[in-house]
Structure formats: structure tokens, C-alpha cells
């Protein structure tokens, strides 16, 4: 077992808990008051590594868990199609340039560590409020270039 880092969260202490955040969320026991940024990240790189459609689970099991938790997805609450798209593509992008050799349990670290502060990142390539964009939240808009 790696050691964690004391700013990691909590579910990032060894493989059960990632297991717990991953098996929670797909059930809908995940707690919403724990359902992070952080927890998001852990998750989509989780579901990467995997090798499965990532995206795909993401957009099935994302809105899934809102309504278990007693939300909604509407044209401005919710699952957020641009925001799950553009994070599923830093997080593949990052883990593809790691260095070889890492477990699961150490990328997912990596991830947190790296993004967990950087929750904002999105505005970085949109020039307008993504967020509130309804048309964003419904269909992926790519970032415009660099």
C-alpha cells in the first residue's frame, strides 16, 4: 500500500475506498455532500482506466446519481454534457503522460492532486459562460483553440 498524502480525501486512502467512492456512486449511496470535484475526478480517471467507454459511463451513471440523490437534469441544472466532456478529456490527456509503471490507485492520486485545485479550468478555453450555457449543458462544444 502506497502512503497518502494528508491533503488527499479520504477516498483516496487505499483501493477499497476508491472502490467504495466508484461503487457508491453507481449505486446512488455516495453521499452528495462528498460528491466533489475532487470525487468527479477520481471517478473519470477511475472509469479510464478501466479501458471501458469512460465517456459513455460517465454520461449514463452522472445523471443516474443526480436523480438518486433528488436531483434533476434540466436545461440548467445537472448533468452538463460540455463540462463531463471537456474534464474526460484533461484527465485521459494527463494520464497519457504520466510515466509508465503507476497502479490505479497512484494515477487517481495524480489526478486529484493535479485538478482538484484547478476546478476552474474549463474558463480557461471557453469564452463564454459555459456553465449557464444551456446549449452547453445539452451538446458537447469543443474549446476553442489555443
Known amino acids: 500500500m502506497q502512503p497518502q498524502d494528508a491533503r488527499l480525501p479520504d477516498f483516496l486512502a487505499d483501493e477499497a475506498s476508491l472502490n467504495a467512492l ?8 455516495w453521499p452528495i455532500g462528498q460528491w466533489t470535484h475532487a470525487a468527479h475526478l477520481a471517478l473519470g480517471a477511475s472509469y479510464i482506466l478501466d ?16 436523480v438518486s440523490q433528488g436531483g434533476a437534469n434540466t436545461e440548467d441544472g ?6 463531463t466532456c471537456f474534464w474526460h478529456g484533461v484527465i485521459r490527456d494527463f494520464i497519457g503522460a504520466l510515466p509508465p509503471g503507476l497502479d490505479r490507485l497512484g494515477i487517481v492520486r495524480a ?20 456553465v449557464k450555457s444551456r446549449e452547453a449543458r445539452a451538446k458537447w462544444i469543443p474549446p476553442a483553440p489555443q
Do not use: Q, W
Request: negative net charge.
Open 111 to 130: 489526478v486529484v492532486t493535479e485538478f482538484a485545485p484547478k476546478r476552474d479550468l474549463f474558463r480557461e478555453f471557453y469564452d463564454f459562460d459555459v
Open 22 to 29: 466508484i461503487a457508491g456512486f453507481e449505486n446512488g449511496s
Open 78 to 83: 445537472g448533468y452538463h454534457e460540455t463540462l
Open 51 to 66: 479501458g471501458e467507454s469512460a465517456l459513455e459511463r460517465l454520461r449514463t451513471n452522472i445523471p443516474r446519481y443526480n
